[in-house]
C-alpha cells in the first residue's frame, strides 16, 4: 500500500483497541465514542481485506491477522513520535536567529536583548543585517524587524512608539537639516545626507544639524543627554514590526521573545 493511502487514523484506533481489548475503553482513550470506533474498525478491515478482531464469550480478542500487524504498528507509532519530539526540539532551543535593518539592531535591538539575556543565560542570539525584503526560507530567520504600515503577509506585532521626533545635539548645533532614505521632506533642503537613521542621529548628536528620525530609534541617545527633541512627537503611518511566517510566528520560544521586546 502507498504512504500515502495508509489509514493511520485507523491504524491509531486498532492499537488503542487492542490494547483495552475493548471498543469502549478506547473510545474513552481516544475521547471519540465506542460507535466511532467500531466504524473505524470495520473501515479499516474493509480497506485491509481482513478481520481483525473477533467476539467470543470471554469478550474481544483479537484476530491472528490483527495480531500479526500489532508489533510493527507498535513499533511505527514510537517512531511517529520520535519525530514529533524531533521536530519539536527546536520550540525548546534557546538560540534565534534575528534579521533587522543596521540601525536597529545598534539603536535598539542591542540594547534590548542585553537586557532580556540578562535573565536567561542560556539565551543565544544570532543577527543578521536585513532591508524590507527579508527571506525568510534562505536566511532561516526566527524572526524579522521591518519599517512599514504593517506585517504585509506576515504574522506579526508593531513595537509600540510616539512615531517621529526631531532631535538636536544637546546644547544646540547646526540649523542644517540631516536627511535620510525614508525621512519626512522637510521645510529647506537637505544639507547633510546619510545612509539611515542610526547615521542621522549620530550625525545630529555631532552636531551638524537637526534629523527627523523613529522616536524608537532616538530614545536611548535622548535618554543620555547626547539630543534633545525638538517640539513634538509626530504620529507616522508607518513604524517597526515584529515579523514572521506563520509557523516561525507560533514557536513558544518566538512568541517570547516577541512579548520580552514589546515589554
Known amino acids: ?24 475503553r478506547a473510545a ?22 481482513v478481520v481483525l478482531f473477533r467476539r467470543t464469550t470471554k469478550g474481544l480478542e483479537l484476530t491472528p491477522e490483527g495480531e500479526a500487524g500489532l508489533a510493527p504498528l507498535r513499533q511505527g507509532f514510537l517512531e511517529f513520535e520520535e519525530a514529533v519530539r524531533a521536530m519539536q526540539a527546536g520550540q525548546s532551543s534557546k538560540s534565534l536567529t534575528i534579521a533587522a535593518p543596521r540601525d536597529v539592531t545598534e539603536k535598539w535591538l542591542l540594547p534590548r536583548l542585553a537586557e532580556i539575556a ?17 527571506d525568510f526560507t534562505e536566511a532561516n530567520l526566527d524572526l524579522a524587524i521591518r519599517w512599514g504600515e504593517g506585517p504585509g503577509a506576515l504574522e506579526g506585532e508593531a513595537i509600540e512608539s510616539e ?30 545626507r546619510v545612509g539611515d537613521a542610526g547615521l542621522a542621529i549620530d550625525a545630529a548628536a555631532a552636531g551638524l544639524g537637526r534629523a527627523t528620525v523613529p522616536e524608537l530609534l532616538a530614545t536611548r541617545d535622548v535618554e543620555a543627554g547626547r539630543l534633545v527633541v525638538v517640539g513634538e512627537a509626530v504620529p507616522s503611518r508607518l513604524g517597526y514590526w515584529l515579523i514572521a511566517p506563520t509557523p516561525q510566528w507560533r514557536q513558544r520560544k518566538v512568541q517570547a521573545l516577541v512579548e520580552a521586546l514589546g515589554g
Open 1 to 24: 500500500m502507498k504512504r500515502t493511502h495508509l489509514p493511520l487514523n485507523g491504524l491509531r484506533v486498532l492499537d488503542a483497541a487492542a490494547r483495552h481489548l475493548s471498543f469502549t
Open 163 to 192: 512615531g517621529l521626533v526631531t532631535v538636536e545635539r544637546a546644547g544646540g548645533g547646526a540649523s542644517a537639516v540631516i536627511q535620510w532614505p525614508g525621512a519626512p521632506a522637510g521645510d529647506g533642503a537637505p544639507q547633510v
Open 118 to 134: 540578562a535573565g536567561d543565560a542560556e539565551l543565544r542570539f544570532a543577527l543578521v543585517a536585513a532591508d524590507d525584503n527579508v
Open 28 to 49: 474513552d482513550e481516544l475521547a471519540v465514542t465506542p460507535a466511532a470506533v467500531g466504524q473505524q474498525i470495520r473501515a479499516l478491515e474493509d480497506t485491509l481485506g
